[in-house]
């Protein structure tokens, strides 16, 4: 009897630990193929940004490690997403090939020229949901008929409520028909620029000795801390969340929702959910107002170079772009001060700083960094579209001994205390600020 083969194509799911696409191909056939591809469509365009380059190559050659682990091996090509695995299919002759489910625009293109392509050769192909995401985007709808909530508390008010599925066991043993796989290029083959010098990359692996330590003891104290700017207390799992390197699903399960941090920790990862579901409904909105805001923007490239060189005079706004710069990363409320500096302070379009941290963020996800520009710029989901976040209010709320601004402005750390967060009164060599905010 000749051995039935199947294909697993990772996308964003570069792990083996509860991973719905390699658990039903190596269910479903006597030997798998486990594959991802190098698509030429991503690496030609500014998403290859050199952090997530990075990033992306550390994870795979986690993920092969962990294949070889349980007997397999990872096969690599580079080419068009469809015809590769169309190519690779007909060489070890696949039945099925099993993909992970996405929102993005992209990714449904990538899933329909999948399936007419495979049809074409009499293959069948598998899309599982509630892998990228902790639940399907497609059945937490409201009641209402429409097929996204467009307010986050309704939403996860059902996503609490909603079944989700049990985290899977890891295959225990793989087999891999012989195949030929390219090697891992070497990140400057892949992209052109520099990183960020401190830039934090891995996978797998790496990832789940993060999650270890995380709810072994910090996830406690992340309800109260997290918005603690110099604490740095949050996880900073995210960029193991954008490439699938963790379980969302499995996160949801090992955190205990009824302590007050397990819960906040939780309801982020809802926010994930949420914004898939919304781009899922309409995949333009990661660059069309998802609703129409209260700021008329201005064309000010001046103003949008001072932002994102990190010289606005605000030194709380400039810490945060310079950790952006210096770590391919940046704290959420960090993130959340900077957006809401260049759209309502500045009034400039979030499109070009969603373009501006798309470029560096190594966690830079279209969903979640589209919609949370959207949120900051009242385009979006926010009941209160004309939030302005003071970035003086702010430094003094969640910085107050300005320890955060010393981290990464060191020539203003000679100032003490709150003193740091207005150099203009001390008259320290610093830039001045290019537009007047209340407290100044």
């Known amino acids: 009897m000749t051995a039935r083969v199947t294909l697993a194509l990772f996308t964003r799911d570069l792990r083996v630990h509860d991973n719905p696409v390699l658990t039903a191909a190596h269910r479903g056939g006597d030997a798998v193929v486990p594959v991802f591809v190098l698509d030429d469509a991503i690496l030609g365009g500014a998403y290859a940004a050199p952090n997530r ?39 070890v ?54 097929d996204h909530f467009a307010v986050f508390s309704p939403y996860f008010r059902r996503w609490s409520q909603a079944h989700q599925r049990r985290p899977l066991g890891t295959p225990r043993a793989l087999t891999v028909p012989e195949v030929r796989g390219e090697r891992l290029p070497d990140a ?30 910090p996830v406690g104290q992340y309800a109260e801390n997290h918005d603690d700017l ?16 963790l379980s969302p699903t499995e996160l949801v399960h090992r955190v205990d929702m009824d302590t007050e941090g397990g819960h906040a920790f939780v309801r982020q990862l809802a926010w994930r959910d949420f914004y898939a ?7 333009e909105i990661a660059w069309r107002d998802y609703r129409t805001g209260p700021v008329e923007w201005r064309d000010d490239p001046a103003s949008a170079a001072a932002w994102k060189e990190a010289r606005t005079g605000y030194p709380l706004v400039d810490a945060a772009m310079r950790q952006l710069h210096e770590e391919g990363w940046m704290h959420n409320r960090g993130r959340l001060v900077t957006a809401s ?15 501006h941290f798309l470029h560096w963020l190594v966690d830079g996800d279209i969903a979640n960094n589209q919609l949370n520009w959207q949120w900051t710029a009242g385009t979006g989901t926010d ?7 003071n970035p003086l209010r702010q430094a003094e709320r969640y910085d107050p001994d300005g320890a955060y601004v010393r981290r990464y402005i060191p020539e203003l750390a000679h ?26």
């Open 53 to 91: 380059v990075r990033f992306l190559l550390a994870a795979l050659d986690e993920l092969d490690a962990e294949l070889r682990g349980i007997g397999g091996r990872l096969i690599l090509r580079r080419g068009r997403v469809a015809d590769e695995v169309l190519r690779l299919a007909a060489e």
């Open 93 to 146: 002759d696949a039945a099925e090939v099993h993909v992970a489910a996405d929102a993005s625009g992209y990714s449904s293109r990538r899933e329909r020229a999948l399936r007419d392509g495979l049809a074409a050769d009499g293959r069948t192909l598998r899309v599982h949901a509630a892998v990228v995401t902790a639940a399907d985007p497609e059945v937490l709808t409201p009641s209402t008929g429409r």
């Open 188 to 217: 400057t083959e892949l992209s052109s620029g520099e990183p960020s010098p401190r830039l934090a990359v891995g996978g797998e692996t790496s990832g789940r000795k993060i999650v270890r330590d995380w709810l072994a003891g």
């Open 230 to 245: 110099a604490g740095d207390a949050t996880s900073k799992i995210s960029p193991y969340l954008h490439f699938g390197c």
């Open 277 to 283: 579901q919304l781009l899922g409904a309409d995949p």
């Open 341 to 355: 500096f260049l759209a309502k302070s500045l009034r400039i379009d979030w499109r070009v700083g969603a373009a």
């Open 383 to 389: 009941t209160r579209p004309n939030r302005v976040l």
């Open 415 to 440: 100032l003490p205390g709150a003193e740091i967060h207005r150099p203009w009164r001390a008259g320290a060599d610093y830039p001045a600020p290019i537009v007047d905010v209340n407290g100044m």
